[in-house]
């Protein structure tokens, strides 16, 4: 299977490429500004089922460098996990509209964008999976938390286009759904909330967001999930 996932040079990201990158059968694409750290594990484990894009996905160049290599490689898309973002802790009145845009550049229109160029690969010859990484922020009637206006509400029209496309995808034999899921020990969560410690760590729900990506289109389509271990 050809996966790809975005925001994979760390955190949630770089633990699905690894996790992945167990299985001789997948081939994944690992897509990210930075792959230095991705290179590092190319090399480090002698693994040849992982080729690492160097690509910028808010960009016109990015989402064209991403397509130019899938055609190369003359391969079905099987899985897309749009996984990169951006969070902003910051009080409502504070936020700047460069940083208002550069959360919903990342969160919304990247992936918006990148599932348009994507298309002409998926879905083919058998149905594929489109992944999207929301967050409980993004919710509706879950708890919402200060400072995370911009973030969380671009997480909500993540969930929104979820749906929205789902529906558009049926007749191209395209599944869409989108992971909702709570704190994570990552290196964004840790800058936006200094000292905060989340119960799950990002191999863990790493190895979920990977199993669901590779089954849960033959269960579920167009479906909002939380994937939380506390409550609200």
């Not at 001789?24 to 792959?35: D, E, F, P, Q």
């Not at 080729?51 to 290599?69: E, N, Y």
């Not at 951006?86 to 918006?112: C, G, H, Q, W």
Request: charge should be positive; glycine fraction near 6%; hydrophobic fraction near 40%.
């Amino acid at each position: 299977m050809l996966i790809l996932i975005t925001g994979a040079s760390k955190g949630i990201g770089f633990e699905l490429v690894k996790h992945f990158a167990k299985n001789g059968k997948h081939l994944v694409l690992a897509v990210s500004r930075n792959t230095q750290t991705i290179h590092e594990l190319i090399n480090k484990s002698a693994l040849h089922s992982v080729l690492a894009i160097k690509a910028d996905i808010t960009k016109a160049t990015g989402l064209k460098s991403i397509s130019q290599t899938i055609r190369k490689l003359d391969l079905p898309l099987d899985v897309l996990i749009n996984n990169a973002g951006m969070i902003v802790n910051k009080e409502f009145e504070k936020i700047s509209e460069k940083e208002l845009r550069s959360v919903y550049d990342t969160n919304v229109l990247a992936p918006f964008l990148l599932i348009q160029s994507l298309l002409p690969f998926m879905g083919k010859h058998k149905k594929a999976h489109i992944v999207n990484i929301s967050s409980m922020g993004g919710f509706q009637g879950s708890a919402k938390f200060p400072g995370l206006s911009a973030y969380s509400s671009s997480k909500t029209a993540l969930s929104g286009l979820t749906e929205c496309l789902a529906e558009e995808f049926k007749s191209k034999n395209i599944a869409v759904n989108c992971l909702a899921l709570g704190a994570v020990q990552t290196e964004m969560l840790s800058k936006a909330f200094p000292g905060y410690k989340a119960p799950l760590k990002p191999q863990q729900i790493a190895k979920y967001i990977a199993d669901f990506s590779l089954t849960g289109q033959e269960y579920f389509n167009g479906k909002i999930i939380p994937v939380s271990s506390t409550t609200p």
